[in-house]
C-alpha cells in the first residue's frame, strides 16, 4: 500500500519551473483572451502617450523656449556660435521694433536675427511681440501635454477596468474548480490533510491569484514595452548618450537575479507557515472543549505563537529581501542621471546636443528605472502568486475520486437496482502499519439485513468506507450485481444510499433544509409524513419556528439523540436501496435510543441493510450477524445461532450485558 494516501507534504516541495505553473493557468486565462487582448491594447496606447510626455518637452525647449538656432561662422562671423533668435519681417509691427534698434539686428533679406542675450536690452512688450510664434507654440505644445495626460488617464482607467473583469472571473473559476475538486477527492485525502490547510489553499492562495491575473499580465508587458520603448527613444535622441547611460544595467540584472531567488524561496516559506498556522488555529477551535477541559490554554498558546514568530521572521526575510533590492536599483537609477547631466551637460555646452534633448534625455532614463523597479515589485507579486499556485495545484493534480475507482466517462455502467453486494476475500489497510481487514467475504442480496459487530478497531467502519467506494481494497473484490464495483458509477451508487452514522453531521441552515438533502422534490406532505415517522415530531412542534428552525455549524445547538433523529428522516427522505447504520445508537441514553429504535425500525422496513452495532441489541434482528476481531470474520449467523455457538459472540453479549469482565492483558 502506497503511505501518500493523498496528503501533499508542503515543506518537500521540490523546485517548480515557473513556466510549468504558467502553462497550468493557462486555461483559466485564456476564456477571457478577448479582454487581454484589449487590455495589451490598451497598453500599448498608454506607453506611447507616456512616451511621448518627455519628447513634447523637449520640443517645447528646442523649438519654442529656447530654440537650438545657433548662427554659423560662415554666417556671422561677429557672432559665431552665439544663440540667435531669427524673426520674419512681414509683421508691421516687428519692423518698427527692428527700425527703433536697428544696431541690436542682422538683416537677411525678410529676416532679421537679433542675440539672445541682447533681448534684455528690449522692453516686455517688444519681446512679447518678437516671441509671438514661440507662444503660440508653447500654447499649442501644452494643450497637446494636456491631451496625452488625458488620454493617458482614460485608457490606463479603462485597462484597469478590463483587467479586474478578467482577473475576477478568472479567479471565480478558479476557486469553483479547486472548491468542486475538493469535494471529488477521495476520502483519503481529508483524512491525510488538515481542514485549515485546505481552507487557506481556497481563501488566501486563490486570493494571490488576484495580483497575477490583474496586473502580473498586463502590466509586466507594459513595463518591458516602456523599457523597449524608452531605449529605443534614447538611442534615436544620441545613441553615444545612451549607451553611456546603460552602463549601469548589468548590475541592476545581477541584483535582479539575486532578489528574484531569494523572493521565491522565501514566498514559498511564507505560504507554508500561514498554512500552517490556518490548520493549527482551525484544529484550536474543533478542539477548544478539549483545551478548555484540560486547561491546556498555555501550552496551546506557546505552540500557536512559535507558528507566529516563524511567520513573523518569514515576514521579516521578506521585508529585508525588498528593502534591499529597491534602494539598490533607487542608486543605480541616481547614478545613470548623473552620468547623463554631466555627458550630456557638455554635450549642451559645445552645442553638440540641445537643451530640450538634455531635458528629454533625463525624463527618460528616470522613466526607464521606474518600470524597471515596477518589474521587480510585479516579480514580488508574482513569486506571490506562483507559490500560491504551486499549492493549488498540488490539489488541483491529485486524481479524483472517480478517476481512481472508474467514472461514467469512461462507460461506466449507471445502477439501476442493487441486487447483491459482495466482498471476496478483501484485504485494506489505511498505512503501512499492517492491514485492517484480512481476508473478508459475504454476501448480501436485496431485502436482507445483516450486522458487523466487534470489538472498537475490528474494522466495522472500514467495511462501510470500501462499499461506499471511498477507498479501494488492496487485494480481493468488491461486486455489486456480480460486477466489480470499479465498474459502476460511484454518484449512482451512493445516490441509492443512505447511512446514519454515530453523530450524523448536520449543516447550519434550518431543520427543512438538512432534511431534504436526502429528496428536495419532496412536498409539504411527504415531508410532514417523514418527520412523522422519523419520531422528529415532538422535536420540530416544541422548536420557535418548528422544521425552519436554524441549526448552528454541525447541528450543536441540539443534542446528539435529536440530531439522529434528524439524520433519519434524512435518510428516509432519500428513500434508498441500501441503508447503513454505523453504531446509530451507541452514544445516547436508553429513553433516546428507544425513540431511535422505533424510528429506525420504520426506516429499515423492506429495505436492503448493513447495520454497524456497538450495542448488540441493534444486530439481533438481522437475517445474519457477522462477528469481526482484529479484521477478521470469526463468526458468522443469527443471533440465537451465535448464542448457541458459545463462542466470540456469546462472550460479547455477557460482557455488555454485564455477567462477564472484558478481558485484559
Keep these: 500500500m502506497p503511505r501518500d494516501l493523498g496528503a501533499f507534504d508542503e515543506e518537500q516541495l521540490e523546485r517548480t519551473y515557473d513556466v510549468r505553473i504558467l502553462k497550468k493557468l493557462l486555461p483559466f486565462i485564456r476564456p477571457y483572451t478577448w479582454l487581454i487582448v484589449a487590455s495589451l491594447l490598451l497598453v500599448g496606447l498608454i506607453t506611447g502617450f507616456e512616451l511621448g510626455l518627455p519628447y513634447v518637452t523637449k520640443v517645447a525647449i528646442d523649438e519654442y523656449i529656447v530654440p537650438n538656432r545657433a548662427s554659423t561662422a560662415q554666417e556671422e562671423p561677429e557672432t559665431a556660435q552665439e544663440r540667435v533668435l531669427r524673426i520674419p519681417v512681414d509683421n508691421p509691427e516687428v519692423r518698427e521694433i527692428v527700425r527703433r534698434h536697428r544696431d541690436l539686428f542682422t538683416l537677411r533679406g525678410q529676416t532679421a536675427s537679433i542675440v539672445y542675450t541682447d533681448l534684455n536690452r528690449l522692453t516686455p512688450k517688444e519681446r512679447q511681440v518678437l516671441r509671438a510664434s514661440d507662444l503660440k507654440g508653447i500654447a499649442l505644445i501644452s494643450l497637446i501635454f494636456l491631451g496625452l495626460i488625458l488620454a493617458d488617464f482614460l485608457c490606463n482607467l479603462a485597462q484597469r477596468l478590463i483587467m479586474e473583469l478578467a482577473g475576477q472571473k478568472a479567479m471565480h473559476d478558479l476557486r469553483s474548480k479547486l472548491f468542486n475538486h475538493i469535494q471529488s477527492l477521495p476520502l483519503a485525502f481529508f483524512s491525510q490533510n488538515p481542514l485549515g490547510r485546505l481552507v487557506t489553499r481556497t481563501t488566501n492562495d486563490v486570493q494571490n491569484m488576484h495580483e497575477f491575473f490583474t496586473n502580473v499580465i498586463s502590466f509586466v508587458l507594459k513595463d518591458i514595452f516602456m523599457l523597449v520603448g524608452i531605449a529605443g527613444v534614447l538611442l534615436a535622441i544620441n545613441w553615444q548618450l545612451a549607451l553611456l547611460s546603460f552602463a549601469v544595467l548589468p548590475l541592476v540584472i545581477l541584483a535582479s537575479r539575486l532578489f528574484a531567488r531569494r523572493a521565491r524561496e522565501v514566498f514559498r516559506l511564507l505560504r507554508i507557515k500561514i498554512a500552517e498556522i490556518n490548520a493549527y488555529f482551525s484544529e484550536t477551535i474543533s478542539g477548544i472543549r478539549?483545551?478548555?477541559?484540560?486547561?491546556?490554554?498555555?501550552?496551546?498558546?506557546?505552540?500557536?505563537?512559535?507558528?507566529?514568530?516563524?511567520?513573523?521572521?518569514?515576514?521579516?526575510?521578506?521585508?529585508?529581501?525588498?528593502?534591499?533590492?529597491?534602494?539598490?536599483?533607487?542608486?543605480?537609477?541616481?547614478?545613470?542621471?548623473?552620468?547623463?547631466?554631466?555627458?550630456?551637460?557638455?554635450?549642451?555646452?559645445?552645442?553638440?546636443?540641445?537643451?530640450?534633448?538634455?531635458?528629454?534625455?533625463?525624463?527618460?532614463?528616470?522613466?526607464?528605472?521606474?518600470?524597471?523597479?515596477?518589474?521587480?515589485?510585479?516579480?514580488?507579486?508574482?513569486?506571490?502568486?506562483?507559490?500560491?499556485?504551486?499549492?493549488?495545484?498540488?490539489?488541483?493534480d491529485k486524481p479524483q475520486e472517480l478517476g481512481l475507482n472508474g467514472s461514467a466517462d469512461s462507460g461506466n455502467q449507471l445502477l439501476d437496482k442493487l441486487e447483491t453486494l459482495s466482498l471476496e476475500k478483501v484485504s485494506f489497510g489505511y498505512n503501512d502499519n499492517g492491514p485492517v481487514l484480512r481476508d473478508i467475504s459475504f454476501t448480501l442480496r436485496r431485502g436482507q439485513q445483516i450486522a458487523f459487530v466487534g470489538p472498537t478497531g475490528s474494522g466495522k467502519t472500514s467495511l462501510i468506507n470500501l462499499i461506499m467506494g471511498f477507498y479501494r481494497p488492496h487485494r480481493g473484490t468488491v461486486s455489486i450485481n456480480g460486477r466489480s464495483l470499479v465498474e459502476w458509477d460511484l454518484e449512482r451508487l451512493r445516490s441509492m444510499s443512505a447511512l446514519v452514522t454515530q453523530e450524523p453531521f448536520l449543516f447550519s441552515g434550518s431543520i427543512r433544509e438538512n432534511i431534504l438533502q436526502g429528496n428536495r422534490h419532496l412536498n409539504e406532505e411527504q415531508l410532514t409524513a417523514i418527520l412523522s415517522k422519523a419520531n422528529c415530531r415532538e422535536l420540530t412542534d416544541r422548536l420557535p419556528h418548528g422544521v425552519n428552525t436554524e441549526l448552528s455549524e454541525s447541528g450543536s445547538s441540539i443534542s446528539i439523540g435529536e440530531r439522529q433523529l434528524i439524520a433519519i428522516a434524512r435518510a428516509m427522505a432519500r428513500d434508498p436501496e441500501l441503508l447503513i447504520l454505523d453504531e446509530a445508537t451507541s452514544s445516547i441514553d436508553s429513553q433516546t435510543e428507544s425513540t431511535i429504535q422505533q424510528a429506525l425500525q420504520r426506516l429499515m422496513r423492506g429495505r436492503t441493510t448493513i447495520i454497524i452495532a456497538h450495542r448488540l441489541s441493534t444486530a439481533r434482528q438481522a437475517d445474519t450477524i457477522y462477528v469481526l476481531n482484529k479484521g477478521r470474520i470469526v463468526e458468522s449467523g443469527t443471533h440465537a445461532e451465535l448464542l448457541a455457538e458459545q463462542g466470540f459472540y456469546s462472550r460479547l453479549v455477557a460482557i455488555q450485558n454485564g455477567r462477564l469482565l472484558p478481558a485484559t492483558g
Excluded at 552620468?339 to 551637460?345: K, Q
Aim: charge should be positive; aromatic fraction near 12%; proline fraction near 2%.
Design 290 to 396: 478539549t483545551i478548555q477541559l484540560f486547561s491546556e490554554e498555555e501550552s496551546n498558546r506557546t505552540r500557536f505563537e512559535t507558528l507566529n514568530r516563524e511567520y513573523y521572521l518569514a515576514g521579516m526575510r521578506q521585508v529585508r529581501i525588498m528593502a534591499l533590492f529597491m534602494p539598490i536599483v533607487e542608486v543605480l537609477g541616481f547614478v545613470s542621471v548623473a552620468i547623463i547631466i554631466y555627458a550630456g551637460g557638455v554635450r549642451v555646452l559645445n552645442q553638440s546636443l540641445s537643451l530640450g534633448a538634455l531635458v528629454a534625455f533625463i525624463s527618460y532614463i528616470r522613466m526607464f528605472f521606474r518600470p524597471i523597479r515596477d518589474v521587480a515589485e510585479k516579480y514580488n507579486l508574482l513569486q506571490n502568486a506562483l507559490a500560491s499556485a504551486e499549492r493549488i495545484f498540488l490539489i488541483l
